[in-house]
């Protein structure tokens, strides 16, 4: 797997990077049982999506696409900055500390704004997503800075912010409350505000 690309260059704005390096696909293939196997499929076909486990390595918060990339946007404008993201046909995956799927929906359903957040699948242990492939067919790389403009757009699994790191440093579920707040009040109107003082779960466990 020597002839991977190596890291693409990022942006402060928003550092998006379509390759996983080796280092990060180390860190993906340690969310399975078996890493060394997950390693021997990815050689014999890095351009293949693939399925892995939540609750070890990662959870993942699956949002609707517009709404998953302003989250992103917070997070790196004014925020900390994201663990790895990826657009899965038509939402955006954010991947984020173990647990974080069983707590978020918990601390939102007491937040003013849940009412303007839209459904969230949130993917935790016992559940598994499926990752793009750790390198892009030919075009793919046009597709992922397509993708980091308009992450609604074509359904193909692609990396927006892909794994460089053994240990990249993951969001919590203070971190996503926060950049799901900003993200509803950035999009949602003034005649929107009243709604949004009820507190309702949106939210569904994946």
């Known amino acids: 797997m020597s002839d991977w690309l190596p890291d693409t260059p990022r942006t402060l704005a928003f550092p998006t990077s379509a390759y996983v390096t080796l280092a990060g696909a180390d860190w993906l293939a340690s969310a399975g049982p078996d890493p060394d196997a997950v390693q021997a ?21 699956n949002a609707p696409a517009l709404f998953g990339r302003r989250m992103v946007d917070h997070l790196w404008s004014t925020g900390p900055g994201s663990g790895p993201v990826a657009a899965h046909r ?28 839209p459904p969230l699948l949130c993917h935790g242990s016992g559940d598994a997503v499926t990752v793009p492939p750790l390198h892009p067919r030919h075009g793919a790389a046009e597709a992922a800075a397509a993708a980091a403009e308009d992450p609604s757009g074509p359904a193909a699994s692609r990396w927006l912010v892909a794994p460089d790191v053994r240990n990249p440093w993951l969001p919590g579920p203070d971190v996503l409350l926060w950049a799901c707040v900003r993200a509803a009040r950035s999009m949602a109107g003034p005649e929107r505000d009243t709604a949004a003082q009820h507190r309702v779960s949106a939210l569904t466990p994946g």
């Open 90 to 117: 038509g939402r955006i995956l954010l991947f984020a500390t173990p647990g974080a799927a069983q707590r978020l929906p918990s601390l939102l359903v007491w937040e003013e704004w849940a009412a303007a957040v």
């Open 41 to 61: 499929a990815w050689a014999a076909q890095p351009a293949a999506p693939s399925v892995l486990p939540c609750g070890t390595a990662f959870d993942v918060i």
